[in-house]
């Protein structure tokens, strides 16, 4: 049947009906689930049918040419209407192409709110809806819609109405139907019934669907990391270093990941199947382990560096403890040791390397919380990380988000650093875009370590919750996650190369970015590539794991605009972010 013949079989004392193109919808979803979302009888051949329309009184079916429309129940015909659907809602149907509908709702909660109409079309799995309304609507909690794949993309006034556009991803739309058993189809309905407007009823169900894939997102990253888990107990998942070209990449940093991914672990549920690879990654890396400390990658030269990032995963107070043999006394910790001759566990130092020889922010940070977690006292003040607040970075980390994570463990409930928590919490929620993900590269990793520092800082409002749904977003649909560079290191090139990349600026890089001159030095950028996705999936798993009060607002929020984001969060890739803020410390 046709649509408009479809809204002239309908009677008039409908309050509301709602009609689906079933030839549309079955390109989406399986005869089953169909069945489901729209609570036909098992036994229904849905291909028999053109149409399946939602209505107040029950749903009803519509045969592909026959006349007269069919209750699923008994296979009843239902009566020609005196009056019709149709002639009930003129003013508002005669504005749309109806036959042209890939769904089409009507209706009317008198005496409470006037007649509404919602007209959609699909294109390429996408939504695209119009919504007569009687006026704009207010918006309130809007940002809970992509929960459902809902998008509010403005509108216009047309006469005495106004129609509001909406785009809806329908593989979302679904996908949080059948996470919810389909039980709040009906807050479909009352979302166009209410002009747009969103109850404390709506909003609950969304807040519901929100909370739901999230922790969808959660099991299925945690599946994941326990099988990136067995294929690293049983070959080498080494990540990729990528020298400046012409240098070819090869396989380096194979024990780092096993730390992050061994805290993904950790945060399992208990008796979960997450606990045997747990046991056997432990025992591997514990076989690693070169007095009491681990180097990056296996049979190369420790670091305190390298050996704090293994050690979030694994509980070792006789490892932090010899930590302690990279302090600096001033409260800083070196990252390495280092000799001018080659001696055992040293690296050797020479023009190339020098700015390597310092204490390091994030390694000085790693180390306070490794204290702590492990009992022991800390010897790093919070004055100390407040001084170089401003100019925070790492000499090996490439992404501005995981030196915030860092720091945020350090001074996760240090009492003496409420006011630095205070700032790096607000640069954070600054610096978040406007979809609620963070960072301009290697956006899923950074938008997982600014949510792992947020609730490291005490912020467990809405926007952590809605942060956790956009990350779940950047999830693969097999679980896996895209890869990042998380880690970077840099080599002084000698003086006569600057002659070969132009004048003294420090955007002045090569085609690849991985040659830039900062004050006055020129150094070569090796990145280190997490090619395997353990990083990202284990950092992604940990961070959809945060618990959140999705019905708290953040009310700073609605003063983002009036601060502007720190540039070390807009750079627009690594060269950029390590030349102006992640190098420039160490030189």
Not at 6 to 14: E, G, V
Not at 53 to 72: D, F, M, Q, R, Y
Not at 478 to 497: C, H, N, Q, V
Request: glycine share 6%; with cysteine.
């Amino acid at each position: 049947m046709l649509v408009s013949e479809i809204t002239r079989s309908l009677p008039a004392s409908l309050e509301w009906m709602v009609l689906f193109n079933l030839s549309a919808l079955r390109l989406l979803l399986d005869d089953n689930t169909a069945r489901q979302m729209f609570f036909l009888p098992e036994s229904i051949q849905l291909e028999l049918f053109s149409h399946v329309i939602l209505t107040s009184e029950g749903p009803v079916l519509a045969p592909h040419k026959e006349s007269g429309l069919v209750n699923p129940q008994d296979d009843s015909i239902w009566p020609t209407p005196e009056t019709s659907l149709y002639e009930r809602f003129i003013t508002q149907l005669d504005q749309f192409p109806l036959d042209e509908a890939d769904c089409l709702g009507v209706g009317e909660i008198a005496p409470f709110f006037p007649p509404v109409l919602l007209y959609l079309q699909i294109r390429s799995g996408v939504g695209e809806a119009q919504a007569i309304f009687s006026e704009k609507p207010l918006q309130y909690h809007y940002e809970l819609l992509r929960a459902v794949g809902v998008k509010f993309i403005g509108g216009e006034k047309r006469g005495s109405h106004y129609v509001a556009n909406f785009t809806v991803d329908l593989s979302t739309h679904l996908h949080a139907g059948e996470l919810a058993d389909f039980t709040r189809t009906g807050h479909c309905n009352a979302f166009f019934l209410q002009h747009g407007g969103i109850s404390p009823k709506l909003e609950a169900g969304l807040i519901s669907a929100v909370n739901d894939r999230v922790t969808w997102a959660r099991d299925l990253s945690l599946k994941t990391a326990i099988e990136l888990g067995e294929k690293a107990f049983k070959q080498t998942m080494a990540m990729t270093c990528q020298p400046p070209p012409p240098a070819q990449p090869f396989p380096f940093g194979d024990l780092v990941p096993l730390g992050f991914l061994l805290r993904a672990l950790n945060a399992a549920p208990k008796n979960s199947s997450a606990s045997k690879i747990r046991k056997k990654l432990k025992k591997l890396v514990l076989g690693k382990r070169q007095d009491n400390l681990w180097p990056f990658h296996s049979g190369d030269i420790t670091t305190s560096t390298d050996s704090a990032l293994v050690l979030q995963g694994i509980t070792a107070p006789e490892s932090v403890q010899t930590l302690e043999e990279f302090a600096d006394g001033r409260g800083g910790y070196y990252p390495q040791l280092w000799s001018r001759e080659e001696q055992t566990g040293k690296m050797v130092v020479g023009d190339w390397n020098r700015h390597w020889c310092q204490s390091d922010f994030a390694t000085t940070c790693l180390v306070k919380s490794l204290r702590r977690e492990a009992g022991l006292a800390t010897k790093t003040p919070s004055e100390y990380l407040e001084k170089s607040f401003t100019k925070r970075s790492g000499l090996y980390l490439a992404n501005p988000y995981l030196v915030d994570w860092a720091l945020a463990w350090a001074i996760r409930g240090d009492e003496s650093a409420s006011e630095l928590r205070s700032r790096l919490l607000r640069e954070i929620l600054v610096s978040m875009n406007d979809d609620y993900s963070f960072g301009t590269f290697d956006i899923p990793l950074s938008t997982a370590f600014a949510i792992l520092s947020l609730a490291k800082l005490g912020f467990r409002d809405r926007p952590l919750r809605l942060a956790q749904l956009r990350l779940s977003e950047f999830m693969e649909e097999d679980g896996k996650w895209p890869e990042a560079i998380p880690f970077y290191s840099t080599y002084r090139l000698p003086d006569a190369f600057s002659a070969l990349i132009g004048d003294d600026r420090a955007d002045q890089t090569s085609a690849t970015g991985q040659i830039v001159r900062v004050n006055s030095q020129c150094h070569a950028i090796s990145y280190y590539i997490d090619s395997h996705g353990i990083i990202t999936a284990a950092v992604a798993m940990l961070a959809l794991s945060e618990d959140c009060d999705s019905t708290k607002q953040d009310k700073n929020r609605k003063d983002k605009g009036k601060m502007e984001s720190h540039p070390r969060y807009r750079c627009c890739n690594h060269s950029e972010y390590i030349s102006y803020f992640a190098l420039p410390p160490y030189l």
